[in-house]
């Protein structure tokens, strides 16, 4: 099986050389985005294939993957990459590293592989997981991956169609899934990962613990929800200082104070 994983970044640090050089091209570092949203599910399809005779549950684990690498990777294409507009994160990045930008974006281009690995391990031990038959906590998995793909897909689209009414430029989203968080989508992304620990429950199941351990880490406090914070501060100022006071930062809640 380690043979998967060598070829896992050799293949990936192709791909993701490859992927910066269009995006120096293009002058649009959010590609870097879609190394690692895209290059997880092909890494599930790869390893199912890779690993021979698959159970009924490992396929599922895999469909589980792709549909979701599908969705992420289809919604950062058509809403950032299509559109030419750089990532906030970005521009922030470029003048911040100056002289060696270049540099530094290449290595965190390089850097989506281990991140492509970290997150497909997890991922891993649930097509691994022994039993053969399909249980209740597969059926649970899908319950879970159900849940979550439909409420980070809602979540987007009620925040676009928010963005893109002419009589709500610059104020606050409190709609639908809004009113109860203010990062719904992120909630929902991490409780995606959820369905990996399910699928492993006939295996060693805390080892898939990894993979909404690190989720939640990187989007409470790495690379969701400060940059986001940060950004609806800068562009919204008192309105999103009231949002805060009012709204849960990532699991939704009902509203603490009555909304004006």
Known sequence: ???????????????????????????????????????????????????????????????????????????????????????????????????????????????????????????????????????WSDWLAVVIAMIAFSGETLADRQLARFRARVDCQGQVCREGLWRYSRHPNYFFEWLHWWAYVAFALTSTWWWALLGPTAMYIFLRYLTGIPHAERSSLKSRGEAYRCYQQSTNTFFPWPPHIPQS
């Open 1 to 135: 099986m380690m043979d998967f994983w060598i070829s896992l970044f050799v293949a990936g640090l192709v791909v993701a050389t490859v992927a910066y050089c269009i995006a120096l091209r293009m002058q649009l570092m959010a590609l870097v985005d879609l190394v690692w949203s895209a290059g997880l599910g092909m890494a599930a399809v790869a390893y199912l294939f890779y690993s021979g005779p698959a159970t009924l549950r490992a396929y599922g684990v895999t469909l589980v993957l792709v549909l979701w690498s599908f969705r992420l990777s289809y919604h950062l294409l058509t809403d950032r990459v299509l559109k030419g507009e750089e990532d906030a994160r970005y521009q922030h990045l470029a003048v911040y590293w100056g002289a060696s930008a270049k540099r530094n974006f290449l290595a965190l281009f390089l850097l989506q592989v281990c991140l492509v690995a970290l997150f497909f391990w997890p991922v891993s031990i649930a097509m691994d997981a022994g039993g053969g038959r399909w249980l």
